[in-house]
């Protein structure tokens, strides 16, 4: 309507319900007038407009526009529901015939069908009426908008020509166009713009309806439809790049910016680039809408910043997930190990807390370094475990991580390639398992494409499996077979009581150990003065580079040093000794060089341990002709002979010992009492096959068997009245149980197989058992050969069987090499062992309860007892 109109503009209600004024055609004529005055008529005073009177309230609103009756209305009243003034005052006769169509209409209506479609036909006029009111006030706001924008398009064009005539009067303003107005964008292009944003906007949807359509047309024809044909292919790629996330994100931004760059392009008399600049800054911030006017911008604006929060969220989602997932990793040690000259452990089991003990300790001179823990287990638990070890890691980190070292990817993960040594942990559980378990490790190893730096040590526990891993890694894998260690350490503790003390002193590195190094110096030097040209390391062998590198043991006086020769020695360290000029030694004179003759023993065997077989072979070489050795366990005895039969003996061939088989029960005492257990030389204690997989039942078992045995031997023993406490082995009174056992450990040796350290203190304590900490000296060996592979060949010598040809550890009484207080140097001492063929590494006094290995002063005199022992590498007798 003109603003020169005496009406008032229509209310709101107006608009969507019209009176019959509005539809009529002189007031559609009116209604069709522009809402603003022309520019020529904004320079005359606005009149006051007459207050606004409805049509309907008028008095020539009685005079109709249109009949009443007019059946082209009567439609449009009836579906919208009004009433008119005739249907209100209609006549009795027109009622009763309005009535009777209308009860006609009502059985028409029956029908459920009809009903349902009138409802519908009356919901879809309303809905049309709407859409079609709102598209009007769109229409007219936008219309508005581009009228106002073209009045301040000529209004600055005058002020410019204003400018123009006041500045220069001879400038022709007709010819002068101002330069924005060229960059002004075309009304055409603006409502193109506007229209590509909607329908780039509903393409999706128009897509997706489409998708649905064709996968329910092709359901009945297909199994699979194409929608899930096409979740699979989105699934996949997302699986496929790593980076999918984020650049669907991206691609969703630049699509949101550039749809609302194109409909803020639309609505707004910006630029295209300041459009989508303005449709950047509302993505970002969603706040910078509040400042938009008119309701075209106001849309645009708030569903642009919509989108703009969907995607922050979702940003925020992929950054969350990121870190998180990046943390998890961390925590559940999936992170790449950025070492070299690392020692790496492979694989979990009771030995792990002795070994990682031993490797600090033999990296304490380096002020620490650097051991990698991989196993099956997660990060934590392993980083917990590891925590509640009591001992000082002296700068050794421990870095664990989660992974299999059948994996290639895995290994890889902990630079297996940089390693100086990789030590493969044999598992807790069957021996045969295990060993294969280590076979396919080694595989793995071997397969790495890098190749590996240094050498694999690995733990078997079964001796059988030694020639096919070695088979299988070649030159860079050792082994060590833990039972075979320990069986054979056990037989020559029972031969020699206090070798197991001796063997945990060499074997750890909290003392003296094994070390080979060269010293051109000493090259052309015969052996025997290389004996004493040490004063902090005693020497036990030659490297010779002649035999390609090939270790003797205790060689020969009159071998010459070549050049490349290396020297093995027994010292604290391998940076606390150096060779240096001859000390003057005494000549001392040889006073006993027979041997003693080796005499019968009796041994008894209480348990059953797979590799039994192997310690009965051993036991035979070692024992002198006429031995007998006792068995004592659970195993029925007509099963035992079928099992050492499929171990590989052959009984017949046995030629000094001969087996004595009793069944029973090591830890019920009426079993025991049946046994002769007072007349047995040594008696070993073996971890039950039954029990051996829980370390905690066969020590407990093994400690039941001890107490028992050595009770049953105390009071077995004569005039028992007569027992006195030794001082120099405890402190425990007169007649007490546990000074009773020891009298009876004076008698007899026995040797236990500990498997949990934490029996050792009770063992120690009681004084009742020359004891064997198997798990601990087997993670000795594994440090040992892992910081130097050279020593395995060492062990395996010293362990190996008395029928192979080499050298072992004895311990030695006094009187072979001195008399009673005589007074003498303990390099005065080695000589004379050198004529006995033995090297001297060390002493035990008779007042003293543990061993010196390596010890300081050797050029020091002093008096000897012939009841002190002295620990020596000799031949095998």
């Known amino acids: 309507m003109s603003l020169d109109s005496d009406q008032s503009p229509p209310s709101s209600r107006d608009w969507f319900f019209p009176s019959p004024s509005f539809i009529h055609p002189t007031s559609a004529s009116r209604a069709a007038a522009p809402p603003y005055r022309s520019f020529s008529a904004l320079s005359s005073p606005i009149k006051k407009s007459k207050p606004y009177v409805p049509e309907a309230a008028s008095s020539s609103s009685l005079q109709r526009p249109f009949p009443r009756r007019d059946p082209k209305y009567a439609g449009i009243r009836r579906r919208v529901g009004f009433t008119t003034d005739f249907e209100r005052t209609a006549k009795p006769d027109v009622l009763e015939t309005h009535l009777v169509e209308k009860t006609a209409a009502g059985k028409r209506s029956k029908v459920g069908s009809r009903e349902r479609s009138r409802g519908v036909q009356k919901w879809a006029i309303i809905a049309a009426l709407l859409v079609t009111c709102f598209s009007s006030l769109l229409q007219k706001n936008f219309s508005l908008h581009n009228q106002v924008r073209h009045l301040e398009e000529k209004l600055f064009q005058f002020s410019i020509k204003l400018q123009a005539c006041t500045s220069l009067n001879l400038v022709d303003l007709t010819n002068m166009t101002p330069q924005d107005s060229h960059h002004t964008p075309s009304k055409s292009l603006k409502n193109s713009a506007l229209i590509l944003s909607v329908a780039l906007l509903s393409l999706p949807l128009l897509i997706f309806k489409y998708i649905d359509y064709v996968s329910r047309s092709r359901r009945s024809l297909e199994n699979i439809s194409l929608s899930k044909q096409l979740a699979y292919q989105v699934d996949v790629f997302l699986s496929l790049h790593p980076y999918a996330k984020p650049i669907a994100l991206l691609l969703a931004t630049l699509l949101l910016i550039c749809l609302g760059g194109l409909a803020l392009f639309g609505v707004t008399d910006d630029s295209l680039t300041d459009s989508l600049w303005l449709s950047w800054t509302y993505v970002a911030d969603s706040g910078n809408h509040t400042n938009s006017v008119g309701f075209g911008l106001k849309l645009v604006s708030v569903s642009i910043s919509f989108g703009g929060m969907l995607i922050f969220a979702m940003m925020l989602g992929l950054v969350s997930d ?116 280590a076979l396919r490790t080694v595989l793995s190893l071997t397969g790495v494409k890098e190749g590996l730096r240094g050498h694999i040590v690995v733990e078997l526990s079964d001796l059988d499996n030694e020639v096919l891993v070695k088979l299988v890694g070649g030159d860079l894998v050792e082994t060590v077979v833990a039972h075979d260690v320990i069986g054979r350490l056990m037989i020559q503790c029972a031969r020699q009581p206090g070798l197991a003390q001796i063997w945990e002193d060499i074997l750890g590195f909290e003392n003296c150990e094994f070390y080979i190094k060269p010293w051109p110096q000493l090259d052309g030097m015969q052996f025997d003065d290389v004996l004493i040209s040490f004063p902090d390391a005693i020497p036990c062998g030659v490297k010779v580079a002649s035999s390609g590198g090939k270790i003797i043991l205790n060689p020969e006086d009159s071998y010459i040093l070549q050049e490349g020769d290396e020297i093995l020695v027994i010292a604290e360290d391998d940076d606390t000794y150096a060779p240096a000029a001859l000390p003057m030694v005494k000549d001392a004179s040889f006073i006993n060089i027979m041997r003693s003759a080796r005499k019968p023993q009796k041994i008894l065997l209480c348990g059953w341990r797979r590799d039994i077989d192997d310690m009965i072979v051993v036991l035979d070489a070692f024992l002198a002709p006429g031995s007998e050795l006792w068995m004592f366990n659970s195993v029925p005895e007509k099963e035992r002979e079928k099992k050492l039969i499929d171990g590989g003996l052959d009984i017949r061939r046995l030629v000094n010992i001969s087996l004595v088989d009793r069944e029973g029960n090591a830890v019920i005492r009426r079993h025991l009492e049946s046994l002769p257990l007072e007349s047995f030389d040594s008696i070993l204690i073996l971890a039950d096959e039954s029990v051996e997989d829980s370390a905690i039942q066969a020590d407990s078992r093994s400690l039941a068997t001890l107490l028992l045995i050595r009770d049953i031997q105390a009071k077995r023993l004569p005039c028992r009245e007569s027992f006195v406490t030794h001082l120099h082995r405890g ?128 050029s020091e005199r002093r008096k000897w007892s012939s009841k002190d022992v002295f620990v020596v590498i000799a031949e095998k007798e």
Not at 756 to 772: A, F
Not at 812 to 841: G, K, P, T
């Open 322 to 437: 990121a870190i998180s997932e990046k943390f998890d990793s961390l925590r559940k040690g999936r992170s790449e190990v950025i070492e070299k000259n690392h020692t790496l452990i492979l694989g979990w089991s009771d030995k792990l807390g002795s070994l990682l003990n031993q490797l600090a300790i033999a990296n304490e001179s380096l002020g620490g370094g650097m051991v990698v823990v991989m196993a099956e287990r997660d990060k934590e638990e392993m980083e917990i475990d590891i925590a509640k070890m009591e001992f000082d890691f002296k700068g050794t980190s421990v870095i664990c991580r989660s992974g299999s070292p059948l994996i290639l990817a895995d290994l890889k993960k902990v630079s297996v390639s940089k390693a100086r040594a990789v030590i493969v942990l044999a598992e807790d559980g069957n021996a045969d398992q295990s060993d294969a378990r």
């Open 731 to 858: 402190s425990f009174s007169q007649g007490s149980w546990i000074g009773e056992m020891q009298q009876a450990s004076d008698k007899s040796v026995i040797i236990s197989e500990i498997l949990d350290p934490r029996t050792k203190n009770l063992l120690s304590m009681s004084k009742i058992s020359d004891y064997v900490l198997s798990n601990e000296l087997v993670s000795m060996a594994l440090a040992m050969v892992a910081e130097d592979s050279q020593i395995n060949n060492v062990l395996e010598e010293l362990f190996a069987e008395e029928s192979v040809q080499g050298n072992e550890m004895h311990i030695r009484q006094a009187d072979l090499y001195l008399h009673e207080e005589e007074e003498l140097s303990f390099y005065e001492i080695m000589l004379r062992a050198r004529q006995r063929r033995e090297i001297v590494i060390g002493y035990r006094l008779s007042t003293a309860e543990r061993a010196v290995i390596n010890p300081p002063g050797k």
